[in-house]
């Protein structure tokens, strides 16, 4: 998927691609060397544009109070968005943001959201939902290769 300005040519075959990376290493597993669950389907995910700019003494972000918009993009492969929600809490409460609209289920669809940024750190996340109900988990479930990371974006601001 990331070399596919190099892609020459395309081959049709009657059978389920079995070439190295979907036979034995694109999966799920617990332990390195067992077989797992293959991976069919990219995980729902939401990311956003981090407000104010980026702080690398603290790897946080410094913003001014006041209203700022919050923006980002949520997709779920196959599947479409439903929900896209927002903290800005560290996760102790959710708020829903606005979905723009879905051009196709394949698309990325845009949200955005008002913040009332007030002065101090804040935790800003961002979860999305799509269509079949799969909510983007607060904390990255393991496995040996680390693959379908979706775990909720968290970005530490500071108001001033």
Excluded: C
């Amino acid at each position: 998927m990331a070399s596919v300005k190099w892609l020459e040519t395309i081959e049709a075959i009657g059978n389920k691609f079995q070439g190295y990376q979907m036979a034995t290493s694109y999966r799920y597993t617990q332990v390195k060397g067992e077989p797992g669950e293959p991976v069919s389907l990219i995980r729902v995910r939401a990311l956003m544009v981090p407000p104010g700019i980026p702080d690398t003494a603290t790897r946080g972000r410094l913003a001014t109070s006041g209203r700022q918009l919050l923006t980002g993009r949520a997709w779920a492969g196959r599947l479409g968005i439903s929900r896209v929600e927002v903290s800005v809490d560290g996760g102790s409460s959710w708020s829903d943001a606005e979905l723009g609209e879905q051009s196709s289920t394949f698309a990325w669809r845009p949200w955005s959201f008002d913040w009332d940024a007030v002065p101090g750190w804040h935790t800003l996340s961002v979860r999305a939902t799509d269509t079949a109900e799969n909510v983007q988990p607060l904390e990255q479930f393991w496995n040996a290769q680390g693959m379908g990371n979706n775990m909720a974006q968290q970005v530490r601001v500071l108001v001033e």
